[in-house]
């Protein structure tokens, strides 16, 4: 049987944002024990993420927190420069911490961001997590898959964590100081070493988990948020 999947999922505003949830949602759907935790980037939770996560019948946990302004993304700031989803995976990291209980609740806790595209397969390989859990990651940092064995860094999507691991260090928590890029591998290192990573996906051959990013909308002519 799977533990339960706590998957984080960080997600704010715009013209994309329920298709990308919806597609997210209906992906959730299909994996028997999960529990999503959406954390919306704004100042209220809104009704249009409150009812889909109603609509995905999924059990799930609903939170708000801003990204402060002096981190929020400009448009013209060029995507690599900023972190996204900080505030957001750190709620989430403060509700488990505050709603669930060493040695009673078990899972494996997967950072799920909302735009990314899941086979199902991976989650059957999150289930098999001990402590650390590693697998490429499609379509990332300009290559076409990203493999823990071969690289030092980790996509985001590319590992999961005992629930374990999360509840005992309250210290592990995601930071602006942490140099984008080396944030995944900065959060690993509270909990485990390079060589204690635990191969997933067939050795880490496989890859069932792709970095892609949905194309800005073009509404009444005009491109909705320019990013670089
Ligand atoms: N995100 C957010 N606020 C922002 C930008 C992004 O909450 O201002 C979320 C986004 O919905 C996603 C995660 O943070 O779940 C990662 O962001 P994005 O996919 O834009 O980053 P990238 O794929 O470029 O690393
Ligand atoms: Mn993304």
């Known amino acids: 049987k799977l533990p339960i999947i706590y998957a984080v999922t960080p997600t704010y505003w715009r013209y994309v944002q329920k298709a990308e949830l919806t597609r997210i949602s209906q992906t959730l759907q299909l994996v028997p024990n999960v529990h999503w ?7 209220e939770k809104t009704d249009l993420v409150r009812n889909l996560i ?9 939170l708000n927190a801003k990204t402060p302004p002096f981190e929020q993304i400009k448009d013209k700031d060029p ?8 505030e957001q995976r750190n709620m989430a990291l403060a509700w488990l911490r505050e709603n669930l209980q060493l040695n009673k609740d078990k ?6 961001d909302d735009d990314n595209t899941y086979n199902i397969k ?11 859990g590693v697998w490429p990651v499609g379509l990332v940092g300009g290559l076409n898959a990203e493999t823990p064995i071969l690289d030092s860094t980790t996509d985001m999507a590319g590992f999961a964590i005992n629930l374990d691991l999360i509840l005992a ?5 995601f930071s602006y100081a ?13 909990f485990t070493t390079k060589e204690e990573l635990e191969p997933l996906a067939d050795n880490c051959t496989k890859v069932y988990v792709w970095h892609t990013r949905t194309e800005k909308p073009v509404v009444n002519g005009i491109v909705q948020g320019l990013e670089v």
């Open 37 to 43: 935790i959406v954390i919306e980037d704004s100042e």
């Open 54 to 62: 109603l609509e995905s019948k999924l059990i799930a946990t609903h």
């Open 79 to 86: 995507r690599w420069k900023r972190h996204r989803g900080v």
């Open 107 to 112: 899972g494996v806790v997967y950072f799920m």
């Open 122 to 132: 991976l989650f059957t390989e999150i289930g098999k997590v001990k402590k650390v």
């Open 169 to 173: 260090k309250h210290e592990a928590v």
């Open 178 to 190: 942490m140099e984008k890029g080396l944030q995944e591998s900065e959060f690993l290192s509270y």
